[in-house]
């Protein structure tokens, strides 16, 4: 039995289809055998794999850069009672400023569990649109999403513009 490369090569002697006749126990050694130089082969290849792919895979390339857009948006929430609702909200904006063209889109079912605490699951789809010199970011993402947040500050801004007679 000989390693080449990847390749096993296994050499012996006897004939095919011939009377010859083995004792029991040297054929279980030789298979025994045979799965030690296997599973040694296979062990060697799996590492050899795995050190190559940590190596190539393993590689982090990094750029980042700010701006600023301004923007413009739309939103709507119809409220079928005092618990649930649904809202739509759609953004665009960029102009040029910094982005060429930033946007979003969201459609959500909301749940107010507590006058100040809500959640919503719904989609949202958002795309920008900025060059500047050589960093280019130019992508469109969407999925689904699962939010859960608070009224507390809109609330009290709410309550802290009321007027006392009110």
């Known amino acids: 039995m000989l390693l080449n490369g990847s390749r096993i090569l296994l050499r012996g002697k006897g004939r095919f289809g ?3 006749r083995c004792a029991r126990g040297e054929g279980v050694a030789r298979r025994d055998a045979v799965d030690r130089v296997v599973n040694a082969a296979k062990a060697r290849i799996a590492n050899q794999l795995a050190l190559r792919l940590n190596k ?3 590689q982090t390339l990094s750029k980042d850069d700010y701006w600023f857009d301004p923007y413009v948006g739309l939103r709507g929430r119809y409220n079928f009672n005092k618990t649930y609702y649904t809202a739509v909200r759609g953004e665009i904006g960029g102009f040029g400023v910094g982005a060429d063209l930033m946007w979003e889109v969201e459609g959500v ?43 507390l500050l809109k609330a009290f801004v709410r309550t802290y513009y009321q007027h006392p007679t009110l």
């Open 18 to 20: 011939g009377t010859r």
């Open 109 to 151: 079912i909301g749940i107010n569990l507590t006058r100040s605490i809500f959640t919503e699951i719904g989609y949202r789809a958002l795309g920008g649109n900025f060059e500047d010199r050589d960093f280019r970011f130019d992508v469109v993402m969407h999925g689904p999403q699962i939010t859960t947040g608070n009224y």
């Open 56 to 58: 190539s895979l393993s």
